[in-house]
């Protein structure tokens, strides 16, 4: 079973391989390329078989001379050393010529908010007004309508997301949940009412053709210290700190959202944030004001095109 769970990692490595046949000590793989047969004696690997002697003759020697060095037997699971066995794969069979692996191949697929400044900022305005003018009773339904729209623009390592909450149910949760923060004397609304959006909002929103759930899994405490030391930390750095506390409050958020069965990363950093933020804040003084329409759309393009899905 070692074996098959090397393989796993192995097709998995290289994206287009996929095991067609196993059985005793034999798999077969199958690439765009072609057909490998990989043997597995002792520990698991051995020698490979090529489709001429002259490639098979190469490949054993290059497995031979990783066998000396590092002997099947010191092969544990799970570990670190599995990226090592599987960089002995990709040497043999790039070496012998049998299979070309591009080096970006699997590089994540890029992330991106594609909605324009007009488009943006007249759906937050929208949003704000109707809310205004019917004191808050068509807040629920207006925020539905923009994360509906904010979904149909945002795109995660390559995949479309949807939004399918409704207004309706968000208006009955907001009823439920401002009596509990008028019976706690607003204690609920303090703690609960972040808490609530965040997980209501990530189990509406999912990758378009996928089937797995999503969630938010963090809880009430940590993201109420979250929120704390987001907003101390550029009150006593005199707002210095302000880019570290932003990328620390996204890092989080995504550490605990799990978009159709895929955990989010961010991977933006405070400092490329911070020089962004320089080069923002020179735009909008050259242009007198005008170019700070723009900030909240591209402060919000910078953090989407920073969020990843995890492989796991």
């Known amino acids: ?72 037997e010191k092969v544990k699971f799970p570990d670190v050393q599995q990226t090592h066995y599987i960089k002995i794969y990709r040497t043999a069979l790039e070496e012998s010529g049998l299979l070309t692996v591009s080096e970006t191949k699997n590089e994540p ?16 305005f929208v949003t704000a007004l109707v809310s205004m003018v019917t004191f808050g009773i068509a807040a629920p339904f207006m925020i539905a309508w923009q994360l509906r729209w904010m979904a149909e623009g945002t795109v995660y390592s390559g995949r479309q ?19 509990l923060s008028v019976i706690t004397l607003g204690i609920y609304a303090a703690l609960y009412l972040p808490l ?45 700190g302000s880019f570290w506390a932003y990328c620390y409050r996204e890092r989080w958020l995504c550490d605990h959202t799990v978009i159709g069965g895929k955990r989010l990363n961010f991977t933006g950093t405070a400092m490329e944030y911070f020089i962004r933020c320089l080069k923002w804040y020179g735009l909008t003084f050259i242009t007198l004001g005008i170019y700070g329409f723009w900030l909240p759309l591209r402060a919000h393009q910078w953090a989407v095109s920073h969020t990843i899905t995890a492989n796991t």
């Open 1 to 72: 079973m070692e074996g098959i769970y090397h393989m796993q990692l192995f097709c998995s490595e290289y994206g287009n391989g996929r095991i067609v046949n196993w059985g005793g000590k034999r798999m077969t793989v199958r690439f765009e390329q072609g057909e490998i047969d990989f043997w597995f004696p002792l520990a698991f690997y051995g020698a490979l078989s090529a489709t001429n002697e002259e490639d098979e003759r190469k490949i054993k020697e290059l497995i031979r001379r990783w066998t000396v060095v590092n002997p099947p």
């Open 109 to 124: 697929e890029p992330s991106a908010f594609t909605a324009g400044v007009l488009e943006f900022f007249a759906v937050e």
């Open 161 to 179: 997301t949807e939004f399918d909450g409704e207004g309706t149910e968000l208006f009955m949760n907001y009823i439920k949940w401002w009596l």
């Open 196 to 240: 609530n959006m965040n997980r209501w909002t990530a189990e509406h929103t999912h990758f378009k053709d996928a089937e797995a759930r999503s969630y938010f899994d963090g809880t009430v405490w940590q993201l109420f210290g979250v929120t704390v030391v987001s907003a101390l930390v550029p009150v006593v750095t005199l707002g210095i």
